[in-house]
């Protein structure tokens, strides 16, 4: 009685985790979902800057000084990106581009607790282009995804989001 007492918990427990994940927006047609548990990342001076898709943005010391948290995600908008084309595309370009928000993450001396911007652009692969510091504990990332590429079903409408 007790052993089926236990499993009827922990499945109900395991119940309650995916309820909460089929509630998560995952973008339109959930064009997300397949990145969950990923991350990208690249090296910008003295730092390694994280992307972990729709979970959290991180800047991590290559001087063993630590991570920082950048943001936790909170949800998709879009914004116009009018950028000069790139040599080697990896570009936001012009036009509507998902921009995925980052929040609430680790408290800036002085200032607001850092967040970031992550603006998408397609991409054959998944790739962290740049990272930048827009203001003071304000950062932007760039990234290239197959995800933001026009030929998944509603990926460029504004409607849909
Ligand atoms: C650290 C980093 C910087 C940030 C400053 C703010 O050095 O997180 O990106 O601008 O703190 O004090």
Not at 38 to 57: A, M, Q
Not at 74 to 98: F, N, Q, S, T, V
Not at 101 to 113: D, F, H, S, T
Request: net charge negative; with cysteine; proline share 2%.
């Amino acid at each position: 009685m007790e052993a089926a007492k236990n499993d009827l918990s922990s499945k109900t427990s395991a119940l309650e985790q995916e309820e909460k994940d089929l509630a998560k927006d995952y973008g339109p047609d959930g064009i997300f979902r397949a990145l969950k548990g990923k991350c990208v990342s690249t090296d910008v001076g003295e730092y390694e800057y994280e992307l972990c898709w729709l979970d959290r943005t991180t800047q991590k010391s290559k001087k063993g000084h630590g991570n920082t948290s950048m943001g936790n995600f909170e949800r998709i908008d879009k914004e116009l990106a009018d950028e000069e084309e790139r040599a080697d595309g990896k570009g936001l370009g012009k036009g509507h581009r998902m921009v995925l928000r980052y929040e609430n993450g680790q408290g800036c001396w002085n200032g607001p607790n850092r967040r970031t911007d992550v603006w998408l652009a397609c991409a054959e692969k998944d790739e962290l282009w740049r990272v930048s510091e827009s203001e003071k504990c304000v950062y932007r990332m760039e990234v290239g995804t197959p995800a933001a590429c026009d030929n998944l079903p509603n990926a460029g409408g504004k409607d849909e989001l």
